[in-house]
Every structure is written in C-alpha cells, then in structure tokens.
C-alpha cells in the first residue's frame, strides 16, 4: 500500500462539526473493512477559528491545506459573526482556501435521487432523472476584483464598489474541465453569462467558443445569458447536462440547481485545481448546503451532502471509484429504506437523526461490502 494519503478535515461553524462527525465513522469504517488508511489531520476555519485566534484562518493551517492530498470542508458563517469586520469574517477563511490553492473549477453536481424526487419543490416529473453539473468558475470575478470597497463622499454619503474581472486563461481552463466533465455525461455544455450587458460576458463568450474549437467538437456547446439560465432552471431542469460560468452566477445558479433535487442537504461539491506534474490536482470538497444555525447543535442536520462530498474526493483525489461508488449506494439505499433527516422529510417516512443516518449509512456499507 502506498504512503497514506492525508486529509485536512475543516468542520468549521454551525452543523459542519456534526456532520463531519459522521464522515469520520465512513473513514473509520473504510479502515477497517476496506484497509484504507487515512492520516486525518483536524484544524479550526470560520468563525470557530475566529474565537480561538482573532481570524477565520491561521497561516499555519493554510500551510497545513497546501501540504495535504485533500481538504474536507464543513461550512463556515453565522449570525454570531455577522458584525466581525468583513477581513476577518468566517467567509474569509474559505475564500482564501480557494484563492491560495488556486481551486478554480468548482463542481456543484445536481442529480435527483429517486427516493426524493417527491421533495422537490418542482413537480415531481420536472425533476425525476435530473443529473446536471453546475462548473463555477472560483477563483475569479467579483469575489475576488479590485478595485473594491467603500467610500465617503464629500457630501458624506457613501459610494461601495466591486469589480468583476477576467482573464482569457481564467475562462479558458474552467471551461477545458467543463468540456472534459461533459465527455464522460451527455456531451453538452452551456456556457451561462451575461454578453448582453457585461464586458466580461462577451469575452467568456469568445474564449468559451475558442477553448471549444481548440478539440472539443465532439462535445456540444451552447450559450446562454444567466437570467434565461435562471429561468430555464426552474422552467425545464432536464434540458442541461453540464453548465460552465463564472463564480456570481455560478454562486446563485447552483443554490438554485440544488433546491431543485428536493434539498440543499443532499449535495456535494469538489473544488479543483490545476494539475501538477504527477497529474494530480489540489483539492477541497464541501457540501453545497450552509452552517444552518437555527439546528445546529440538535443532531438534526442532514449529513448526507457531507458523505457524497467525501465521495468525491476518493473519486477525483485518490482515483478509488470503486469505493465512491459503494458510499453513493448506501446513500442511496439508506433513502429507499425510508428513512430521512428533517430536511427532507415526508409522509410515511421515519425521521432520524444526524447520528442516525450517519450510522444507517455504515450499516449499508457493511451490507454491500458483504
Ligand atoms: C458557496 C457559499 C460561499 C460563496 C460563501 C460562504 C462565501 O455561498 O460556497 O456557495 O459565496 O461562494
Ligand atoms: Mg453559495
């Protein structure tokens, strides 16, 4: 066997600790019963990281993020430090993960499972069969532009400013992921921005339609402004199979893309970056979902997105398909067995708890291991 691979895990604020919490009994159930060691390192990010150290994310452990094969992430943010100074706040942290690692393809998969095609808040034959994947783009645009801030006028009313910005390389390699995504889906990509208003929609465009020139013919392109996308999504899901844009309208568009699977508990999320030498690509993966603060705390969270988000990372950081695919399964079989966290609950169904599902999903692996 090879050197372990490492995992920094960041539980982060609100439901990420209890969530996480269950992904460890996977990784200790695949230790056990698989003989896949990881070596789990645990540090604080967001908020938690605030009170502890002044700042929602220590050099140290960025170091420790740099170091590592991959990063498990919680959720970050709550009320608790919506007055913190913006360069402080729990967000901060995250988006300097993303930044410094360079993660800029982010993949927001969308994909219905049977058992809750019910909860959607879509009619259930818009969204039965549903499998999108949202790439955002991450490390660009307005999060990160300069200029920002804001100002007082000499008249002493304020003046606040953001700058979307991008690059041809910035455009070019998300949309080469999105394209090589679609190759191994239904071929079809649709490239979402707003060339109608927006400088930098008219060059994603053009570098979007070059990158698709440049070997990727065998794919299907198609472009599209983002409020059409909008609507699109909640008129007809089914049309799109991968959808590549920029960090804003990726941000909103999957929030979106989510609620349509009947809940935003159920989603995960990989953040890529480049390959290196070797091939391999630095990495994070989190759930799409927040820190929910009104249940955290009450083992009533869904910790389902958590356990797909770790998923995805033994498929896209340690190539274990295999066993991606045994943990998607149990997720899956566990819903069919009926039973279901708050969030997506309904009638007939039996309500349990995070623990619970947490374990439910262990007691299948063990079933499907055999
Ligand atoms: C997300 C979140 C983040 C974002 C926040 C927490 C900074 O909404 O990952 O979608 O806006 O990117
Ligand atoms: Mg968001």
């Known amino acids: 066997m090879a050197a372990?691979?490492?995992?920094?895990?960041?539980?982060?604020?609100?439901?990420?600790?209890?969530?996480?919490?269950?992904?460890?009994?996977?990784?200790?159930?695949?230790?056990?019963?698989?003989?896949?060691?990881?070596?789990?390192?645990?540090?604080?990010?967001?908020?938690?990281?605030?009170?502890?150290?002044g700042e929602s994310l220590t050099d140290k452990t960025m170091a420790e993020a740099m170091n590592v094969d991959a990063v498990l992430l919680g959720a970050v943010g709550g009320p608790k430090w919506d007055n913190v100074e913006r360069f402080h706040r729990p967000e901060q942290g995250l988006l300097r993960l993303r930044k410094d690692m360079d993660l800029f393809a982010n993949?927001?998969?969308?994909?219905?499972?049977?058992?809750?095609?019910?909860?959607?808040?879509?009619?259930?034959?818009?969204?039965?069969?549903?499998?999108?994947?949202?790439?955002?783009?991450?490390?660009?645009?307005?999060?990160?532009?300069?200029?920002?801030?804001?100002?007082?006028?000499?008249?002493?009313?304020?003046?606040?400013?953001?700058?979307?910005?991008?690059?041809?390389?910035?455009?070019?390699?998300v949309c080469r992921v999105a394209f090589e995504m679609a190759r191994k889906r239904q071929k079809r990509v649709t490239s979402v921005e707003k060339a109608n208003v927006m400088e930098t929609g008219v060059l994603w465009r053009e570098v979007a339609a070059a990158a698709h020139a440049d070997g990727y013919e065998d794919v299907e392109l198609s472009?599209?402004?983002?409020?059409?996308?909008?609507?699109?999504?909640?008129?007809?899901?089914?049309?799109?199979?991968?959808?590549?844009?920029?960090?804003?309208?990726?941000?909103?568009?999957?929030?979106?893309?989510?609620?349509?699977?009947?809940s935003l508990g159920m989603l995960p999320s990989a953040s890529l970056g480049a390959p290196d030498e070797s091939g391999r690509r630095k990495a994070m993966y989190e759930p799409v979902h927040g820190t929910a603060p009104d249940i955290a705390g009450k083992d009533k969270a869904n910790p389902l997105a958590m356990i797909l988000s770790y998923a995805l990372c033994l498929r896209y950081?340690?190539?274990?398909?295999?066993?991606?695919?045994?943990?998607?399964?149990?997720?899956?079989?566990?819903?069919?067995?009926?039973?279901?966290t708050g969030d997506i609950m309904q009638p007939g169904m039996t309500e349990v708890s995070c623990t619970r599902m947490g374990e439910a999903v262990t007691e299948e692996l063990g079933k499907l291991a055999g």
């Not at 960041?10 to 698989?34: A, C, F, H, S, Y």
């Not at 801030?149 to 008249?155: A, F, M, V």
Request: charged fraction near 25%; glycine fraction near 8%.
């Open 4 to 53: 372990n691979k490492k995992l920094l895990m960041l539980p982060g604020d609100g439901i990420g600790p209890e969530v996480m919490n269950q992904v460890n009994r996977v990784i200790d159930w695949m230790d056990k019963t698989r003989h896949v060691s990881f070596d789990v390192s645990e540090d604080l990010i967001g908020g938690a990281c605030y009170d502890e150290h």
């Open 107 to 173: 993949l927001r998969p969308a994909a219905v499972f049977p058992a809750l095609a019910e909860a959607s808040s879509l009619k259930p034959e818009l969204v039965a069969g549903l499998d999108m994947l949202i790439v955002r783009e991450l490390t660009g645009g307005v999060y990160f532009g300069q200029p920002r801030g804001i100002e007082t006028l000499d008249d002493g009313s304020k003046r606040a400013v953001d700058t979307q910005v991008y690059t041809t390389a910035e455009i070019d390699r």
């Open 223 to 262: 472009h599209m402004y983002a409020d059409n996308c909008a609507m699109q999504l909640v008129r007809e899901p089914k049309q799109f199979d991968v959808i590549v844009t920029d960090n804003l309208f990726g941000d909103i568009l999957s929030d979106c893309a989510a609620m349509l699977t009947g």
């Open 317 to 340: 950081s340690f190539d274990m398909a295999e066993d991606a695919g045994l943990v998607e399964q149990a997720v899956r079989n566990v819903l069919e067995s009926g039973l279901r």
